[in-house]
Every structure is written in structure tokens, then in C-alpha cells.
């Protein structure tokens, strides 16, 4: 994954082949996308095989070295003593790549050092996956344009081959029912797996999914309505029911601003009116001390603190190129984006540790947008950021786990895209990466990303109704590029350019299906037909008719 600049082993850097001249060094990128982009690069070049064989260039020493973080990278030296970028193991696995690689290589140990394999005869395969990765006349020019894509584009056909590699001949085949189900239960909480054994089932190995339920959409909620649900004392009553209406339309924008505040978690929706006010007083009373610590550092000290000196260089930054076109920021000194950016600075004072990474002023614009007061604002965004701290914490764990969950789900539910997916070295889904670390922010016009947000943060119908929104679009999409035999740099640029054309309530309609459609999921084997039951007891109401 791209880290925004924080993490040192997602940076690919190429280092200049010796003796080449013809290719000048590539421009740091300053685009509005520049987040994207953190990939440091200078020219490079393949440096052509003398002995005819490509296999041949790659015979190498492998080091195997342990970073303080505590995982393992594996560094490829080739002959030419120039290096290959290196392969870092955040989970581990490094001894069952090297096993791996045995069946395709000899490794020896070298003489000298103890930590150096030497690796002869290798397999062309591989050899040709690194090869290829070179061997694109249009590279330079593509990552100047978007090093994101281009750099994720090459290494995915290595990293595919890698994971191949890893996973063994097992995970060719399709897996087992009983499998497939915990799978579904890992990505999507809350699916229970009810499995019964009786005699005198055919031996069927398929997920039947059924047929897709139609659902509607409501009207959002108005101002009468959410009135409904207040008691005298201004508790919420009949929550679960008020958190499927605004599952089911949203919310007029005139709610928002008070229903967001309960959604984000707060306010606590037993609190009476007069506790949400005292709540409010003593929230207010805190932001200021924290913000009244980064406005009181003088000069003399921000010079001696690097971090904060980051932090405020790159909000400034962000904050200038934010929703521009946004009535709310647009122009020149607007009130607005000084709100932004004295809230993004409060938050590194709160959480010191993540500091501000790029993106994060994406998420905070709609929420400030909606409150239009900056103590409000800042509680809700702490509370949003709580939720998506993972995706911007140096390991960046959280997008992982959502890219790996993304794919697991997209392959049980329809093995023929993902299976062309995967033949387009396209399985691991890396141009969903923007749509999981900013929650579609950039793909959806500002009004339906609102819509999109206060629907997700019912929580209903299920944990990671998010992963459910991308299968959403990705089906949309799956026929025109099936049909047209996208190949990998067309299925990127296919998904880029989905930005601001998109329905949000016609994603969130087939979003809901597709959870409905997977609450009726059955396995199907040599044993009774297990039934995935329902997410829980107050997910996705019966499609009305």
C-alpha cells in the first residue's frame, strides 16, 4: 500500500543504472492528487541481458535483513551489483517465500556472509515478472502523469506471481462450501453458518446466491420527523427504527446538523437536551486548551519541533486545495478554510501520534461544512476518525485488511469478474484503494458523499456496508469491462474516470441487494444446505413491494 509519505517501506525508489544518460530525473509531483503519488523516483532503465537468456540477468544475492518495526525485507542484488526493490514481509512469511522460491531456484549459502543466498538458474517466470515490469517503452511518461497507478500497475504483476507463489496449488482450486462460509463470515460480521448433516445430498460444490432482491428507497428524513423520535426531554426514542429510516432515505439537510452529532457517537442518544448542553460546554472548554497549545508555541520552538513543523506545513497545504469549488471554501482568506485548518491542527494536539496524514482534511471538510461551528466539528471528526484511524496509521493495516476483505467478498460473489480480474493482474484491487482510505469522497459529488456518510454511520446493515458499496459499483461496471477485454492500465483508467458520474442512490439500491441477496446466501455440498442467517435482528427490512 501507499503510505502518505510516512511509512519508509511503502517508498519504491529506482537508483540510475550505471552509464545511462538518456533519461533525465523525474519531477517530484505537486498535482492536487500529489497524496496519491508518494512514490520518490529517478530515471531508470533495463539493462540489457548479454548472454540471451532473460533468466540469466537475474542470478543475485538475496539479503535478508530485519527492520526495527521487527519484519523482514528481502533485498535482490543482481550481478551489475545494482538492486531490485526491496520485497518487505509486514506479517511475516519471508522463510515460506524462500521455500518457495527453492522450487524454482537453487539458493545457496554464500561463504562470505552467512545472511546472502545465492540464487542460480532461476525460474523464467519469475525472471520474466521482473522483466516485465521494466519493459514498458511508456513508463516514464505514465508515472509522470500518475506514479499511483503506474507503480502499483507494475508491481502488481509481480506481487501476483509472489502471492501464487505462496498460497501453493491449493488455493487454485476452488474452496470448500464450509470454507467459503467462514470466509463470508470474516468479511462481513454477523453472518451466523448453521450447517446440519443429512444423508442423501448430491456432492455440489457452489455458492448459490439466489436471486437478487429489488429494493426502494424513501423519502429523507425532515425536521417533522426527526421530531417524532424526541421524548419530552429531548432523548432519542425508537432508535433502531430512527436508524433504519435514515438508513432507508438519509436526511434532509436541515437535520443534519444535529443528527450527524448523534451518528458520530457525540452525543448519546439516551442524553436529554440539558445534558447534550453541558456536554457541550465542557467539549468547548477542551478544544480550546488543546488548540490554545499549537497557537501559543512560538517561532523559537517550532523550529526545534519537526513533527508539528510537518504537520502545519502539510495542512496548510491540503487546506488550500480542499473543496475549492465548495461555496463554504472557495475564494481567497475564506473563513472556512481557516476553520479547517485550526481544527486540523487541534487534532494533532488530541492525537499527537497520527499527527495529520493527507487525507484527512477530506474527511473533516463535510463534516465542518454540515456544523458550521469548529467545536462541534472537531468532536465529530474525532469520533469519525475513530473509526478510520487503521487507514492512516503507518502500517496502514486497516487499508489491507479492506483490500484483501474487498477481494475475498467480490470473489464469492461473482467468480467470473474477479477470475477476469485476476487474469488482468487487476484481483488485488488496488484502484479501490482511494475509494477505501477517504470513503469515496473524490468519486462522488459533495451532496451525495453527505448522503453516502450519514447512511454508513447507521451501521446498518452490516459492519463493512462500505466493502458492500464498492461490489456495488464494481457491478455496474463489470459488464463494459468484461466485454470490451479491459486489460490492466484500462480498468484503472475505467474506475478514475467513474469520478462524479456516479448514483448514489442507485449504488446505495444495489447495495442493499447485494447485502439481502447475501443474507439468503446457501452452501451447498455433500452435507445439508447450510444457511447464512440474517446480519442481526435489526439489519435490512424486507424489500417493500
Known sequence: MLCAGKDSSSVVEWTQCPG??????????????????????????????????AAGCYNSLVFVSSLTEGWTFLICKLKDSSSLPALHFHQGGSREFLDNLRRFALLTESLDDETCLLLSTPNKTLSQSFENLLDDNNFGIKFRKDPYVTTLGGFSKVTNYLFDALRGAEEQHQRPPEEVADLLGEVIPGLEINQQEEPGFEVITRIDLGTRPQVTRREPLSVEDWAKYQDPEGRMINIS???????KGGLYHAVRKEAWKFLLGYFPWDSTLEERKALQRTKTDEYFRMKLQWKSVSEEQERRNSRLRDYRSLIEKDVNRTDRTNR???????????????????????????????????????????????????????????????????????????????????????????????????????????????????????????????VMWTGLPCQNFHLLVCCAIL??????????????????????????????????????GICLQIKGCKVRSAAQVGVLRSFNSSTVSVPET
Open 475 to 512: 457491478d455496474s461496471e463489470k459488464q463494459k469491462i468484461m466485454e470490451e477485454n479491459f486489460g490492466f492500465n484500462e480498468i484503472l483508467k475505467h474506475i478514475n474516470e467513474l469520478s462524479m458520474k456516479l448514483d448514489i442512490e442507485e449504488i446505495l439500491q444495489k447495495a442493499e
Open 241 to 247: 427504527q430512527l436508524k433504519q429510516a435514515i438508513f
Open 328 to 454: 463554504f471554501y472557495e475564494g481567497i482568506d475564506n473563513p472556512g478554510l481557516v476553520l479547517l485548518h485550526d481544527i486540523l491542527m487541534t487534532y494533532c494536539m488530541f492525537d499527537f501520534d497520527l499527527g495529520y496524514v493527507q487525507g484527512m482534511s477530506d474527511l473533516l471538510s463535510p463534516i465542518l461544512y454540515v456544523m458550521e461551528n469548529e467545536v462541534d466539528a472537531f468532536w465529530c471528526f474525532v469520533s469519525f476518525m475513530d473509526q478510520m484511524h487503521q487507514n492512516f496509521e503507518e502500517q496502514m493495516q486497516g487499508m489491507k485488511n479492506q483490500l484483501i476483505q474487498l477481494s475475498l467478498l467480490l470473489r464469492l460473489l461473482d467468480l467470473v469478474f474477479w477470475n477476469y480480474l485476476e487474469s488482468q493482474d487487476s484481483g488485488y484491487l488496488y484502484f479501490c484503494f482511494r475509494w477505501l482510505l477517504i470513503r469515496f469522497k473524490r468519486e462522488l459529488s459533495f451532496q451525495d458523499v453527505l448522503r453516502l456518510w450519514e
Open 20 to 53: 545511462d544518460r538518456s533519461q533525465q530525473l523525474l519531477e517530484t509531483q505537486h498535482s492536487y492528487e500529489t497524496e496519491w503519488d508518494m512514490v520518490n523516483a529517478v530515471s531508470f532503465r533495463k539493462k540489457p541481458c548479454t548472454n540471451g537468456e
